[in-house]
């Protein structure tokens, strides 16, 4: 069964990630289309460094070729926000990227996309899930892709020169260039790269990069930006005292940082900062979106801003939902995803990279001081995050204690309130809070715990741990 998760489809190459699902999830995207009408728009694939990702994106494409659905394919390794892009600038319906983004290197999947270049909500993820039952007994048309090139039904396209001008005409290219940054980029042997250094380039920066071959195991690393996978960025970083190290996952729709006292800047940080300067120094104004796993740091600023912080289940088709809703700022989640009103309305680590290099330029100021003054004016928040695998049985007895049952330990805190819209998150009257949630992604159970110094959010994270029985 092909199930749609947080992050879209994703599964084990060789295991369920074959050619016969890729082209029956393609034949159940391509018949929805058909039936709303949205054929005659076209369609738009592509797809980043992972092992078959360009053979499977071949054939999507040649299904969607065989419904008689001009597909346009952009080619040689694509950021997931690019193919984002090229959906909302070409006014699609519809659009996909072959990737498993920051999973292990054993998986590839497959993210689909809608009007606006928004990831796909979970009402058209559940109706493509209904196609797929439907169709698994019918025969796929294909044609070939060599044949769809010749007949013109399948287009080869290059839209990254249209993304960067983007880009660059949002930042202050001026400003960056004044500063002569010392940057240093780490793709993580996917796709960032060509953006990236185009971009910091263009702005004059002195700019090193690291790990930018094509590597299907990603240097035996997971290819997420977080703080054990970036050593090589912070001691680069540290050894030729560069402004800023900017690390990107391996579809480059996540952000990681390391800052100039080569220290790893969490992603709730980049999230806080990013709307710090956008309202404190631009000028803007409005809400903020995060999901339910993410500091609450944020909150504080926003609501001293006037403004309100909206919460939601994780998954970034929630948070590009509410920011469209409501008109937000900015949208992020713990996990290095982000994105800025009046771009596109996903996750983009490109973007904001260059919004962080603009900040240091603007500000004239490091990242460390803004973070500090952040902190001195609205306190520390802390967080902790532990990933568990589990049995079937265990995640059954998990899921009955928890979330059925509602059963909670004795955390030794006062509790606010409690909340079950995605998993078990503990609110505390501290300001203080946890959650346990399965992941979306992968067979793992997650423990986020936020407060105000890290050893009190372990101490709270094991109080839940040993009640679920996970350590």
Not at 70 to 86: E, Q
Request: hydrophobic residues 40%; aromatic residues 8%.
């Amino acid at each position: 069964m092909i199930r749609f998760g947080t992050g879209g489809w994703r599964a084990i190459i060789g295991d369920d990630f074959t050619k016969a699902n890729v082209q029956l999830l393609t034949y159940a995207v391509a018949k929805k289309m058909k039936d709303d009408g949205a054929g005659k728009n076209g369609f738009v694939i592509g797809y980043d460094r992972r092992f078959l990702a360009e053979e499977a994106t071949m054939w999507a494409a040649e299904v969607m070729a065989g419904m008689g659905i001009h597909c346009r394919v952009i080619r040689k390794g694509s950021p997931t926000p690019l193919i984002m892009y090229a959906v909302k600038k070409d006014n699609l319906d519809y659009g996909m990227a072959v990737t498993a983004s920051h999973n292990p290197a054993i998986y590839n999947g497959i993210k689909l996309f809608m009007k606006g270049g928004r990831d796909a909500d979970e009402i058209l993820t559940g109706e493509i899930e209904k196609y797929i039952e439907k169709c698994e007994s019918e025969e796929i048309p294909v044609i070939s892709y060599k044949e769809g090139l010749q007949k013109g039904i399948i287009e080869e396209i290059t839209p990254m020169n249209s993304y960067i001008d983007s880009i660059l005409a949002s930042i202050n290219v001026e400003a960056i260039k004044e500063r002569n940054l010392r940057i240093v980029l780490d793709p993580m042997f996917g796709v960032s790269k060509t953006a990236l250094q185009m971009i910091l380039l263009t702005c004059r920066c002195d700019l090193d990069v690291i790990h930018e071959r094509r590597d299907t195991l990603f240097g035996g690393r997971l290819p997420a930006p977080n703080s054990k996978t970036l050593a090589s960025l912070t001691n680069f970083v540290e050894e030729n005292k560069c402004d800023i190290g900017i690390a990107t996952d391996g579809d480059a729709d996540r952000l990681g940082v390391i800052d100039d006292k080569a220290e790893f800047l969490h992603p709730n940080k980049i999230l806080v900062l990013l709307y710090y300067y956008l309202i404190k120094v631009k000028g803007w104004k409005g809400p903020a979106v995060r999901n339910i796993a993410t500091t609450h740091l944020l909150d504080k600023i926003v609501h001293d801003s006037g403004e309100e912080c909206h919460e939601v289940p994780v998954g970034f088709k929630h948070i590009s939902s509410k920011m469209v809703e409501t008109n937000a700022v900015i949208g992020g989640e713990s996990s290095g995803g982000l994105t800025v009103r009046g771009h596109i309305q996903g996750k983009d680590g490109i973007y904001a990279a260059s919004l962080l290099v603009e900040m240091i330029a603007v500000t004239g100021r490091k990242l460390s001081e803004i973070y500090d003054e952040i902190t001195a004016k609205y306190g520390t928040y802390e967080m902790t995050e532990v990933d568990f695998s589990f049995s079937r049985e265990r995640k059954g007895e998990i899921t009955k204690l928890l979330l059925e049952d509602k059963l909670l330990p004795d955390f030794d805190l006062e509790i606010e309130k409690v909340s079950y819209i995605d998993g078990c998150k503990v609110y505390f009257k501290n300001g203080g809070w946890i959650i346990g949630r399965f992941s979306g992604t992968e067979p793992l159970i997650r423990i986020f715990c936020e407060m105000p110094t890290t050893e009190e959010a372990e101490k709270t994270s094991r109080v839940l741990e040993e009640f679920l029985g996970l350590s």
